[in-house]
């Protein structure tokens, strides 16, 4: 059978994060799997039949550029008058591109809702994926404005007829938390990218590395700056490390600044040895995993935790929070940590530094684990989902 999808890729509009990530390699692996498929994308009010991402789109990234130009330079009002005169054009540009106002197509068969709030968009089933429970379970995490979210979350979620999540340890947490029937959710795990996230010729490394300003050695963070990350017990336990150490290997952060984030900010800036990188683009990240000594997570909550498989994938050890979601994704091939203990966190990077046959061990492991992870595997069950629902 064939079916009418309807997709909602916005964020494929802002440059990529995991959620971005999630739809992005979903949206392709459906194309290839089942193109016999009608796919529509939804994208802020207007819907096409192309799949327009942030990364291959010049005017997107034009716009963005132009509206961080923007911020810098309000106290020039003619220079921020022409820079809105621009942007106007590009928004121009962008909306011709993606497409058509929904009203135009009708018999959609599923809406898929890939991040968390249901949209009103007409469908026979709908379909959506709750990564993570961290804003209803810890809201003190976020940023004002997350009680309303969660308002509008349980609302909306009662109009879904199934529930995906990532992991079982997340299905659990909707079900017991939420109070919805075990029948009603489907834990599907998500994919890694192999063709990205793979181990890269050294010499091409070394020549990208040396371009890039990259130290020689240095243990790697992939995330975004916000509380549940934890950054701040990273860095303290990277500070107790032997000063011969830290001489050897600097700490090296990727990701957006985040939320609530001041306090991490400033020890960035008072601990010697730790470099601030940003974001990153989603063609060069998996460079800086190969290029890591080892790969740091000392998250306090994951639906999922998708960076961890990505550095096994490029062949580095892998050290993590001790945590339930990480014991059933990554099983025994991560070393893990009490993500409250500093001195604990600060004894296992010692040992990953010290233990050559650990990190072998650790690299093995995480390659073998990695690879039961795919997108291809993750979208035909997303599939298979939605074609038992429209039997029914």
């Keep these: 059978m064939s079916l009418k999808l309807l ?102 068969d599923v809406y898929f809702e890939p991040n968390f709030i249901l949209l009103d968009l007409p469908a026979k089933k709908k379909v959506v994926t709750v990564h993570d429970l961290s804003f209803y379970l810890h809201p003190e995490w976020f940023v004002e404005g997350v009680l309303q979210f969660k308002e509008v979350f349980i609302k909306k979620l009662g109009y879904a007829d199934r529930v995906i999540t990532g992991s079982r340890t997340v299905k659990e947490e909707v079900c017991n938390t939420l109070n919805l029937p075990e029948d009603r959710v489907v834990s599907i795990y998500n994919g890694v990218d192999h063709n990205r996230f793979r181990e890269y010729p050294r010499d091409m490394l070394m020549d990208w590395a040396y371009l890039n300003r990259l130290p020689s050695n240095f243990i790697l963070y992939v995330g975004n700056i916000e509380p549940r990350k934890n950054l701040l017990k990273v ?92 014991r059933e994704i990554l099983s025994d091939a991560a070393l893990y940590a009490d993500p409250l203990d500093v001195e604990e966190i600060a004894s296992k990077m010692t040992l990953l530094i010290e233990q050559a046959d650990l990190r072998s061990k650790l690299v093995k492991k995480g390659k073998e684990r990695a690879a039961f992870f795919n997108w291809e595997k993750t979208a035909t069950d997303h599939l298979n989902l939605f074609y038992t629902l429209v039997e029914r």
């Design 7 to 108: 997709l909602n890729t916005t964020p494929l509009l802002h440059p990529l994060t995991g959620i971005g990530n999630y739809i992005l390699n979903l949206a392709e692996q459906f194309n290839l799997l089942a193109p016999e498929n009608e796919y529509l994308y939804f994208y802020n009010g207007r819907v096409s039949r192309r799949l327009i991402t942030y990364e291959t789109s010049k005017p997107l990234q034009q716009f963005y550029r132009l509206k961080e130009v923007a911020k810098s330079c309000l106290s020039t009002i003619p220079f921020v008058e022409q820079v809105a005169r621009r942007s106007w054009n590009l928004l121009k540009t962008i909306k011709k591109a993606l497409g058509r106002p929904l009203d135009v197509y009708q018999g959609i």
């Design 235 to 326: 860095i303290k336990a990277y500070s107790l490390l032997p000063p011969h150490i830290k001489r050897e290997y600097k700490l090296v952060l990727v990701g957006f600044k985040g939320w609530k984030n001041r306090e991490v900010m400033e020890a960035i800036a008072s601990t010697e040895n730790v470099l601030y990188i940003g974001y990153v683009s989603a063609q060069d990240l998996p460079y800086y995993y190969n290029l890591a000594s080892f790969f740091v997570y000392m998250s306090l909550y994951e639906g999922f935790g998708l960076p961890p498989l990505e550095a096994m994938a490029c062949g580095i050890p892998v050290l993590v929070s001790d945590i339930p979601v990480f």
